[in-house]
């Protein structure tokens, strides 16, 4: 069992082997990169969040004496609609073309519609301006209730709701339903002595990465085009440009490069379609980087939400029924986390009587893109605070609610699985006895909690782990490393090997160097791409065996190996495994191995987030005090790693429930493009993240591994508005938690 297995470098805090690169500058982010020759490309936006494109000719602009090429939607092939999978979530083929170049219609404030390369930046911009657009504006949508109210203008007039009990037969901004049961809902309220409704609202917001969306494109019609992107999936960029352009995969060499961020949005591609474009018109490379306000304007934010809750309960606190209707934001192009969000808000409770139903609604901003638990923080952060008005309803203490309910092994979940081993009752009993739960709640503060769930996900991954004569040796893998698997992925290796991780240089290769690797998102990669680097160390294992039997003219049965070293167990002999790769041109050349996986058994998150905040009654303004953050990972291979994934998490979704919103005028306009007004927390803003690491193995994985990035952004929002809710006495249904909003809530409460 892995609970008693004893490991040699598993769970050591080693030296990230990427951490001097990126200290001293070395590492190349996506603008860093320059080919010869290369040209700048500048995109044309929309002013308008909704209109009709009537005119638009770009001759003057290709007249300019600096510009190489101009692109159009005209340019893009034609296209069907088509789903296909993309990062973390389906995308369909039109939609996107759509996206990266308006097709007569523009759907957000700026929406791209032309493209330019130009010798300079300078002059890509000031040929921007050369080109002459007119437009007829539309009513813009920027609300739930504007998009779904009837008579709305309608954003897509070929797009009928799918999943309704009746086919529909009118276009509507409505993309899609949802509906997800267990049990007998009405007849569980009907048992219920105590029962909490409430609506819950989050905002539009953004994940937060440092580094702007870039790219770097070489068109080449003899050999492979060349892609270098900022980006947490290089082979689904790869396909992306190749669905979007017609171009087979074996055209397109996409690199991921070095990656300042990512969380969920560097899923998807705005720029590399149209960089390939450019430079293939002008037969130059093209560089394409995004300015701050482009990223806010253009690229894909976190779903806002609107959850209707209701939850019933006996007065022993027993949980006897649980119902949402959940409303998420699309932006203008369907496929909002709607569909993770409704299988996720109940997931940590076993409650036999269930029902929520879902709604994907078009409406005039950026189409949405994942952020970190994609559609779990809006709806579990519904579900948790009206778990917490249910057990202050109940005079109980929130943590023994949620004990007395917990979802664990055997648990049917609302959508489909039963649960195997998980740890979120170990998590609650970890809060409970927590220093932070011991400790007594400060003059005027409030205190609040929250747990929170995510699937994680497998998938494929590809490994080669090739070994050097000296005993030294290259991973070689396909996931971008955006949390620190490069770390992770040279101790599992070491691991097996039973070598120190410092004689293994991870590295990420490019689409042309491995098979498929799938994105690295929905915590994945440790679990998923870990798995294919044991199995390739454990071949490179049987290869070590069978090289050593040769040298001892012995079978390989009679050879063992541990810690790095192989017994001759018809024999007194030894030999390290550098002595076996120094002798490995006399057995049949170098050793490397392979492993190509699928791989399943992801084992589900917990965490549970405790908080305290103190609240200025005369302003509303909110200060974090404490704040700890409880997950199961299953076995920590890295827990310097996995600790900061647990408070990167806690202060993202701090941000969240406390300030982060995108601000919109009444005709679609973001107010708020930039951080100076887009308010992000800042280290002087919060107190130590303190994090406690629950370790109840997964039994799929070799050594327990369950992703631990996704969960730790699900339970802050619920944590911070309870804490909000405890210090002002009165219920908070709606955040950002900002000041304005506090204060209002403390003038009106009854």
């Known amino acids: 069992m892995s609970e008693a297995r004893q490991f040699q470098h598993i769970g050591q805090r080693t030296i990230r082997p990427d951490g001097f690169d990126k200290v001293t500058g070395r590492a190349n982010y996506g603008a860093d990169f320059s080919l010869p020759g290369m040209v700048w490309g500048k995109i044309l936006r929309s002013p308008y969040a909704h209109a009709k494109i009537t005119k638009l000719d770009v001759s003057k602009a290709e007249a300019h004496p600096d510009v190489l090429a101009v692109a159009t939607h005209q340019d893009l092939p034609s296209v069907n609609a088509e789903a296909f999978a993309a990062g973390e979530t389906a995308m369909d083929v039109l939609d996107l073309a759509r996206n990266v170049l308006a097709d007569q219609k523009v759907l957000y404030h700026g929406h791209a519609i032309a493209a330019v390369a130009a010798k300079t930046e300078a002059a890509a911009e000031a040929a921007l301006d050369l080109i002459e657009i007119e437009y007829e504006v539309l009513t813009p949508v920027v609300t739930l209730d504007a998009a779904i109210a009837a008579g709305a203008p309608v954003l897509h007039e070929d797009m009928l709701t799918q999943g309704l009990d009746q086919p529909a037969t009118e276009p509507s901004n409505i ?5 997800l049961k267990k049990g007998d809902v009405e007849a569980g309220f009907k048992e219920a002595d105590v029962i909490v409704e409430r609506v819950y609202e989050t905002p539009t917001v953004h994940q937060g990465y440092i580094e702007p969306h870039a790219t770097v494109v070489r068109y080449d019609d003899k050999a492979p085009s060349l892609v270098w992107a900022s980006t947490q999936g290089h082979f689904d960029v790869r396909a992306a440009v190749s669905k979007l352009l017609k171009m087979k995969l074996g055209q397109i060499k996409v690199i991921a490069s070095e990656i300042g ?5 560097k899923t998807t591609v705005y720029l590399e379609p149209v960089a390939m474009i450019l430079s293939k018109k002008s037969g130059r490379p093209v560089k394409m980087v995004m300015s701050r306000e482009e990223v806010f304007r253009a690229s894909g934010p976190a779903s806002a939400s609107r959850s209707k809750v209701r939850i019933g309960a006996k007065q022993n606190g027993e949980l006897v029924a649980m119902e949402a209707s959940l409303h998420f934001e699309a932006g203008a192009f369907k496929g909002s986390p709607m569909g993770p969000g409704c ?12 029902y929520v139903e879902g709604f994907d609604v078009v409406l005039n901003k950026p189409k949405v893109a994942a952020y970190r638990a994609p559609g779990a923080p809006q709806a579990e952060f519904a579900a948790e605070m009206a778990m917490n008005e249910l057990a202050n309803k109940l005079d109980m ?3 023994e609610l949620r004990l007395m309910n917990a979802a664990k092994e055997g648990t049917q979940t ?3 699985p039963k649960l195997k081993q998980v740890g979120l009752i170990e998590c609650l009993e970890a809060a409970k006895q927590s220093p932070h739960y011991q400790s007594a709640i400060g003059d005027g503060c409030g205190r609040g909690l929250a747990a929170g769930f995510w699937f994680n996900i497998g998938g494929q991954s590809s490994v080669t782990l090739n070994l050097n004569p000296d005993g030294t040796g290259t991973i070689i893998e396909g996931s971008p490393d955006i949390g620190g698997s490069r770390a992770s992925m040279q101790m599992m290796a070491a691991e097996v090997l039973g070598i120190e991780p410092s004689r293994l240089n991870p590295l990420v290769a490019d689409t042309e160097t491995l098979p498929y690797n799938q994105t690295t998102g929905g915590s994945r990669t440790t679990f998923a791409t870990g798995m294919a680097v044991i199995e390739a160390a454990e071949d490179v294992v049987s290869q070590l065996k069978e090289r050593a039997a040769a040298l001892w003219n012995v079978t390989t049965e009679q050879v063992d190996y541990k810690n790095g070293v192989a017994l001759n167990l018809a024999g007194d002999d030894q030999m390290t495994l550098a002595e076996i790769c120094a002798a490995a041109e006399k057995t049949g050349g170098q050793i490397s191995g392979r492993a190509n996986v699928n791989a399943r058994g992801a084992g589900p998150s917990f965490a549970v987030h405790l908080c305290d905040v103190k609240v200025d009654q005369e302003t509303g303004k909110t200060d974090v005090v404490r704040y700890t953050a409880i997950q199961d990972a299953g ?10 994934q647990y408070q990167g998490g806690a202060v993202q979704g701090i941000g969240w429930a406390l300030n982060e919103e995108y601000v919109y005028s009444d005709d679609g306009v973001m107010e708020n493009a930039g951080f100076l007004d887009y308010r992000i927390p800042l280290a002087s803003d919060l107190p130590e993240i303190e994090t406690i690491i629950v370790e109840v193995p997964n039994a799929f994985h070799p050594f327990g591994v369950r992703g631990v990035g996704e969960t730790g952004i699900v339970p802050p929002l619920g944590a911070v508005a309870s804490a909000v809710s405890d210090a002002i006495d009165t219920p908070v249904t709606k955040i950002p938690c900002s000041p304005p909003h506090v204060l209002s809530m403390i003038l009106n409460r009854g």
């Open 414 to 416: 609302i959508y489909g």
């Open 261 to 265: 961020g990512g969380f969920g949005g």
């Open 175 to 179: 993309a899609s339903r949802m509906e």
């Open 397 to 399: 203490d929130p943590i």
């Open 343 to 354: 299988m996720t808000i109940f997931t940590p409770y076993d409650v036999p009587n269930m």
């Open 635 to 644: 076995k920590a291979i890295h827990p310097s790693y996995v600790e900061g």
